[in-house]
């Protein structure tokens, strides 16, 4: 039957004002969204801060030549400090980049990091070069065909340089270019080194794992044996034959490497290490060093703290090695019920968890010790003098203390756990109340200058990308640096829809942070299918007043070009909310998540205007392993009709042993949760009716698509009917030859067809 368009409606459909309007309004597409880079936000990477003054320096490229450039902020005075034409490197005849750098302490010359590749997540190997300002010479500190350098360093007075190359460590001497050898036991599959295996770097963000005394007479660094590690292997598919790729990974309840910090003297070699109690000693009370330092010299003298960790990374010692005798102290320590943060890699824990004060006599420490994360006031020796921070909220990043002005400067959630704010507080009288110094709601990555009398605000929302500004300490701010004016006036022109904070109840009543995206054209009358987007996991936020990306555009096209209202909420376990929100998940990851998803749902589902039927939910990794959950544990089953699980967890047994038993302990010592938080568990319980989409990268090192291989087991021997998108050679990214269309795609058809 044909539609009669009643002529009025007709002449409006073709009339000049219509047409205009329909020009004027462009339509998302995933091509744009996820291949074209449209949408791609500049950003302002900011460079290194000189020591004063609202200066930095930064790597400028131009065309195949990178230039060191002195850049002031305010005046906006540049000065080329090195012309990428200079950096010649006559090993290799050609110019080199720059892919980092570092002043020798009297400034005369660089430390220049080029030709680097990556060590699973970040380019930690490649070749350093030494640059002389003053003659514009590079010369290399070593020969490129004895193998990769990483984490070159000046020493204190800047004669020597050392870097770790195959798992040992080495030293050369500036003046005469000899090599000296540190240690000689490292070797694959056994010893490390100086830097760590995957799963401390991974977890712990350990990899740079040395540091020079502040005398330069000594290095201190942490050394791994793997022996005991078992070995995963990745094939590599495409080929005519499987390429295996093999790695130490060890999985939850498994032996982990020894670990142990070691001192070794430069001038004689003269190897030492601390007894802590990790290396080779059995049991599971000292497992862990994830961070190691050396202290503030005291005397002429200077000493190595490290962390220790008990393997339920609910004990965290600090020690103090005493290089002379090896004879270690126990300066601090940390306990929990449940779990103590460390990692600096993941979540809010930038800055790390200790800092030494410019005072020479005080370090202050980051606990959730009394419910809140916040900072204490320790002298050097381990005394506690106060607490520094004290409510409701958490510090999220130490900045500093400027003692002449009485300031501690923090970033916290004092104003909302959806937002990030810049607070001064004083640092003598710990009652008085946070001032709070940025002052637009959203988020504000604060990046604070040395002397702590400038910062760059890195301001977003949910609707503005990035703007970079300069400001002073105190709030005025001078000039803006980025304001991504061309992403904004592009975005206006799509008028998408912006996303509505709202609150929804857990399955225990407990009010949960959330948003909800509508289509632009919303109708309260109809009724529309509902999709959640999940993360989920221990500490996480989906649910911040800050840019979402690519991520927020394909959830606007999803509810503009398909008619779907998308939400998200922050269950349970999630962070932002103190310690104990985090920790109610402790020992059965998934459980509760999954029930305050399900509750949330329907909660959403009840509202007039969506479709109870047509309910679903989308995930990646930690989301997509809570995708899972939600669509099979409890009344899941009756609450979803449609599930996407992006490279999931599907048994906390396959996956690493620091992430996995900081929040579950070991199988071992809880194997009730561990059956109850995989998802293959409960594959029975799909419903038939229930539409399910697992996908994943087959050289996944992280969460190793072996996962979804046992999911798909348990599936086919419960008789499930599932649909399965397996991508070639990607990691747990899945980017790359286009892999990202066509999984966002492959995924929105999913969508639209089946919800």
């Given at each position: 039957m044909h539609k009669?368009i009643?002529?009025?409606?007709l002449?409006?459909?073709?009339?000049p004002?219509?047409l205009?309007?329909?020009?004027?309004?462009?339509?998302?597409?995933?091509?744009?969204?996820?291949?074209?880079?449209?949408?791609?936000?500049?950003?302002?990477?900011?460079?290194?801060?000189?020591?004063?003054?609202?200066?930095?320096?930064?790597?400028?490229?131009d065309?195949?030549?990178?230039?060191?450039v002195?850049?002031?902020?305010?005046?906006?005075?540049?000065?080329?400090l090195?012309?990428g034409?200079?950096?010649?490197?006559?090993?290799?005849?050609r110019?080199?980049?720059?892919?980092?750098?570092?002043?020798?302490?009297?400034?005369?010359s660089?430390?220049?990091?080029?030709?680097?590749?990556r060590?699973?997540?970040y380019?930690?190997?490649?070749?350093?070069?030494?640059?002389?300002l003053?003659?514009q010479?590079?010369a290399?500190?070593?020969?490129?065909e004895?193998?990769?350098?990483?984490?070159?360093?000046f020493?204190?007075?800047?004669?020597?340089?050392?870097?770790?190359?195959?798992?040992?460590?080495?030293?050369?001497?500036?003046?005469?270019?000899s090599?000296?050898?540190?240690?000689?036991?490292?070797?694959p599959?056994?010893?490390?080194n100086g830097?760590?295996?995957?799963?401390?770097e991974?977890?712990f963000?350990?990899?740079?794992?040395?540091?020079w005394?502040?005398?330069?007479?000594?290095?201190?660094?942490?050394?791994?044996?793997?022996?005991?590690?078992?070995?995963?292997?990745?094939?590599?598919?495409?080929?005519?034959?499987?390429?295996?790729?093999r790695?130490?990974?060890?999985?939850?309840?498994?032996?982990?490497?020894?670990?142990?910090?070691?001192?070794?003297?430069?001038?004689?070699?003269?190897?030492?290490?601390?007894?802590?109690g990790?290396?080779?000693?059995?049991?599971?009370?000292a497992?862990?060093?994830?961070s190691?330092?050396?202290?503030?010299?005291?005397?002429g003298?200077?000493?190595?703290w490290?962390?220790?960790?008990?393997?339920?990374?609910?004990?965290?010692?600090m020690?103090?090695?005493?290089?002379?005798?090896?004879?270690?102290?126990?300066v601090?320590?940390?306990?929990?019920d449940?779990?103590?943060d460390?990692?600096?890699?993941?979540?809010?824990?930038?800055?790390?968890?200790?800092?030494?004060?410019d005072?020479?006599?005080?370090?202050?420490?980051?606990s959730?010790?009394?419910?809140?994360?916040h900072?204490?006031?320790?002298?050097?020796?381990?005394?506690?003098?106060?607490?520094?921070?004290?409510?409701?909220w958490?510090?999220t990043?130490?900045?500093g203390v400027?003692?002449d002005?009485?300031?501690?400067?923090?970033?916290?959630?004092?104003?909302?756990?959806?937002?990030?704010?810049?607070?001064?507080?004083?640092?003598e009288?710990?009652?008085?109340?946070?001032?709070?110094?940025?002052?637009?709601?959203?988020?504000?990555?604060?990046?604070?200058?040395?002397?702590?009398?400038?910062?760059i605000d890195?301001?977003t929302?949910?609707?503005t990308p990035?703007?970079?500004?300069?400001?002073?300490?105190?709030?005025?701010?001078?000039?803006t640096?980025?304001?991504?004016?061309?992403?904004?006036?592009?975005?206006?022109?799509?008028?998408?829809?912006?996303?509505?904070?709202?609150?929804?109840?857990?399955?225990?009543?407990?009010?949960?942070?959330?948003?909800?995206?509508?289509p632009?054209?919303?109708?309260p009358?109809?009724?529309?299918p509902?999709?959640?987007?999940?993360?989920?996991?221990?500490g996480?936020?989906?649910?911040?007043n800050?840019?979402?990306?690519?991520?927020y555009?394909?959830?606007a096209?999803?509810?503009?070009?398909h008619?779907?209202v998308?939400?998200?909420?922050?269950?349970?376990?999630?962070?932002?909310?103190?310690?104990?929100?985090?920790?109610?998940?402790?020992?059965?990851?998934?459980?509760?998540?999954?029930?305050?998803?399900?509750?949330a749902?329907?909660?959403?589902?009840?509202?007039?205007?969506i479709?109870?039927?047509?309910?679903?939910?989308?995930?990646?990794?930690?989301?997509?392993?809570l995708?899972?959950?939600s669509?099979?544990?409890?009344d899941?089953p009756?609450?979803?009709e449609?599930?996407?699980?992006?490279?999931?967890?599907?048994?906390?047994?396959?996956?690493?042993?620091?992430?996995?038993?900081?929040y579950?302990?070991?199988?071992?010592?809880n194997?009730?949760?561990?059956?109850n938080?995989?998802?293959?568990?409960?594959?029975?319980?799909?419903?038939?009716?229930?539409?399910?989409?697992?996908?994943h990268?087959?050289?996944?090192?992280?969460?190793?698509?072996?996962?979804?291989?046992?999911?798909?087991d348990?599936?086919?021997?419960?008789?499930?009917q599932?649909d399965l998108m397996?991508?070639?050679?990607?990691?747990?990214?899945?980017?790359?030859?286009?892999?990202?269309?066509?999984?966002?795609t492959?995924?929105?058809r999913?969508?639209?067809?089946?919800?």
């Amino acid at each position: 039957m044909h539609k009669v368009i009643p002529i009025g409606l007709l002449a409006a459909l073709l009339s000049p004002a219509a047409l205009a309007q329909e020009m004027a309004a462009p339509r998302l597409t995933l091509e744009d969204i996820h291949a074209s880079g449209a949408f791609s936000s500049a950003f302002f990477e900011g460079g290194k801060w000189a020591d004063e003054g609202p200066v930095v320096t930064f790597v400028e490229q131009d065309g195949d030549r990178a230039h060191l450039v002195r850049y002031d902020l305010e005046t906006e005075a540049r000065e080329r400090l090195v012309d990428g034409a200079t950096l010649y490197a006559p090993d290799v005849e050609r110019t080199v980049g720059i892919d980092g750098y570092a002043y020798s302490p009297d400034g005369a010359s660089l430390l220049v990091y080029t030709d680097s590749e990556r060590v699973w997540r970040y380019d930690t190997k490649g070749y350093y070069y030494v640059y002389d300002l003053e003659t514009q010479r590079l010369a290399p500190i070593a020969r490129r065909e004895d193998g990769f350098q990483m984490f070159a360093k000046f020493s204190p007075d800047g004669r020597r340089v050392a870097f770790v190359r195959n798992r040992d460590l080495f030293v050369v001497d500036l003046a005469d270019g000899s090599e000296k050898r540190l240690t000689d036991d490292g070797a694959p599959g056994t010893i490390i080194n100086g830097t760590s295996d995957w799963v401390y770097e991974e977890e712990f963000g350990l990899r740079d794992g040395w540091a020079w005394s502040p005398d330069g007479a000594r290095i201190a660094y942490v050394q791994l044996d793997e022996s005991n590690t078992r070995e995963f292997a990745m094939a590599d598919l495409r080929g005519q034959y499987p390429e295996l790729e093999r790695f130490r990974y060890p999985k939850a309840g498994e032996a982990n490497s020894e670990i142990r910090v070691g001192v070794v003297d430069v001038a004689t070699g003269a190897r030492r290490f601390f007894d802590a109690g990790t290396w080779r000693a059995g049991g599971d009370d000292a497992e862990y060093i994830s961070s190691l330092g050396w202290t503030p010299e005291e005397n002429g003298e200077s000493r190595v703290w490290f962390f220790r960790l008990n393997r339920a990374q609910n004990r965290v010692d600090m020690l103090y090695g005493d290089p002379k005798d090896m004879s270690t102290r126990l300066v601090l320590r940390e306990e929990n019920d449940t779990w103590i943060d460390v990692e600096t890699s993941f979540g809010d824990l930038a800055g790390g968890t200790i800092t030494y004060l410019d005072d020479g006599r005080h370090f202050v420490w980051m606990s959730e010790r009394d419910g809140y994360r916040h900072l204490y006031l320790y002298e050097n020796d381990g005394t506690l003098a106060r607490q520094l921070t004290k409510g409701a909220w958490n510090v999220t990043e130490f900045h500093g203390v400027d003692f002449d002005r009485d300031a501690l400067y923090v970033t916290a959630t004092e104003a909302s756990p959806l937002e990030r704010h810049l607070y001064r507080l004083s640092f003598e009288d710990s009652d008085a109340p946070p001032v709070r110094i940025t002052e637009r709601a959203g988020s504000h990555d604060v990046d604070m200058s040395p002397d702590l009398q400038y910062y760059i605000d890195r301001f977003t929302d949910t609707q503005t990308p990035l703007v970079a500004t300069l400001c002073k300490a105190d709030g005025e701010c001078l000039k803006t640096l980025e304001d991504n004016a061309a992403l904004r006036e592009r975005l206006a022109a799509y008028d998408l829809p912006s996303p509505e904070f709202v609150q929804a109840p857990g399955a225990d009543g407990t009010s949960l942070n959330g948003w909800m995206l509508k289509p632009s054209d919303f109708d309260p009358s109809r009724q529309y299918p509902l999709l959640l987007y999940v993360y989920g996991g221990p500490g996480s936020q989906t649910v911040r007043n800050a840019w979402g990306g690519s991520r927020y555009l394909w959830h606007a096209y999803l509810a503009e070009e398909h008619d779907i209202v998308v939400a998200s909420v922050d269950n349970r376990g999630t962070g932002g909310r103190g310690k104990e929100f985090k920790s109610a998940t402790y020992e059965n990851l998934g459980i509760l998540e999954a029930e305050d998803q399900i509750a949330a749902a329907r909660h959403f589902s009840a509202l007039p205007y969506i479709d109870a039927e047509r309910t679903g939910m989308w995930g990646w990794s930690y989301g997509g392993f809570l995708t899972l959950m939600s669509l099979l544990y409890g009344d899941g089953p009756d609450t979803f009709e449609l599930g996407v699980s992006v490279a999931p967890v599907t048994s906390w047994r396959q996956y690493d042993t620091i992430y996995t038993e900081r929040y579950m302990s070991t199988p071992q010592r809880n194997a009730e949760g561990y059956r109850n938080s995989a998802p293959a568990t409960w594959a029975d319980r799909l419903r038939d009716a229930q539409d399910l989409l697992i996908v994943h990268g087959d050289l996944d090192d992280n969460v190793h698509f072996q996962n979804t291989v046992q999911m798909a087991d348990a599936l086919q021997a419960a008789g499930k009917q599932f649909d399965l998108m397996i991508y070639p050679g990607r990691n747990h990214g899945i980017y790359g030859g286009g892999a990202r269309l066509h999984l966002y795609t492959l995924v929105t058809r999913y969508i639209a067809e089946n919800l």
